[in-house]
T-cell receptor
Framework: DADVTQTPRNRITKTGKRIMLECSQT?????MYWYRQDPGLGLRLIYY???????NKGEISDGYSVSRQAQAKFSLSLESAIPNQTALYFC????????????FGEGSRLTVL | GENVEQHPSTLSVQEGDSAVIKCTYS??????FPWYKQELGKGPQLIID?????GEKKDQRIAVTLNKTAKHFSLHITETQPEDSAVYFC????????FGAGTRLTVKP
């Protein structure tokens, strides 16, 4: 089984709908992240959490919210999806310290029509 | 905040040739520089990293060099093989990790 599991892997939705992407991890890491990948733009950080009571905005948090339900679970929500949120979303985890390796899930491809 | 630029965006080489991908960063406080490989349909995976107190690091066919004065670092892949075909990302850390835009490497058999 994967150490970092994302659901759903693929989702097609319509403008204005609420969408939740879920992430769970079995690595026992405190730190969790949500990234967005767009062609030519690399991976951009949306939100991150260093422990259950900690939530921080990343580079592109507008239009997104997150919830850290437990050490192992970190979900990303789009309250009212819009077409320019069509992208590949990755959840990642890391251990303590500023130079910890990131472990990524396999991604959730979201299409907003 | 940190800004990481990566070149080229695409790179095509013949099997057995070398491939070089270059990145520059803006924040002189950055102290950790990882490289990630993303295969089709998968999440990125760390392949090699270098810390700011080291100038070069090698792991079999891959190596990374760091020039702190010029604020640039590079990934070198020698004797490329078709399985090296993937998207490669550089990154730099000042607090949180910032990624370059990625390089799509194609190794032609």
């Amino acid at each position: 089984d994967a150490d970092v599991t994302q659901t759903p892997r693929n989702r097609i939705t319509k403008t204005g709908k609420r969408i939740m992407l879920e992430c769970s991890q079995t690595k026992g890491h405190d730190r969790m992240y949500w990234y967005r990948q767009d062609p030519g733009l690399g991976l951009r950080l949306i939100y991150y959490s260093f422990d259950v009571k900690d939530i921080n905005k990343g580079e592109i948090s507008d239009g997104y919210s997150v919830s850290r339900q437990a050490q192992a679970k970190f979900s990303l929500s789009l309250e009212s999806a819009i077409p320019n949120q069509t992208a590949l979303y990755f959840c990642a985890t890391s251990g303590q310290g500023n130079s910890g390796e990131l472990f990524f899930g396999e991604g959730s491809r979201l299409t907003v029509l | 905040g940190e800004n990481v630029e990566q070149h080229p965006s695409t790179l095509s080489v013949q099997e057995g040739d070398s491939a070089v991908i270059k990145c520059t960063y803006s924040d002189s406080a950055s102290n950790y520089f990882p490289w990630y490989k993303q295969e089709l349909g998968k999440g990125p995976q760390l392949i090699i990293d270098i810390r700011s107190n080291v100038g070069e690091k090698k792991d079999q066919r891959i190596a990374v060099t760091l020039n702190k004065t010029a604020k640039h670092f590079s990934l070198h892949i020698t004797e490329t093989q078709p399985e090296d075909s993937a998207v490669y990302f550089c990154a730099a850390i000042t607090g949180i990790m910032r990624f370059g835009a990625g390089t799509r490497l194609t190794v032609k058999p």
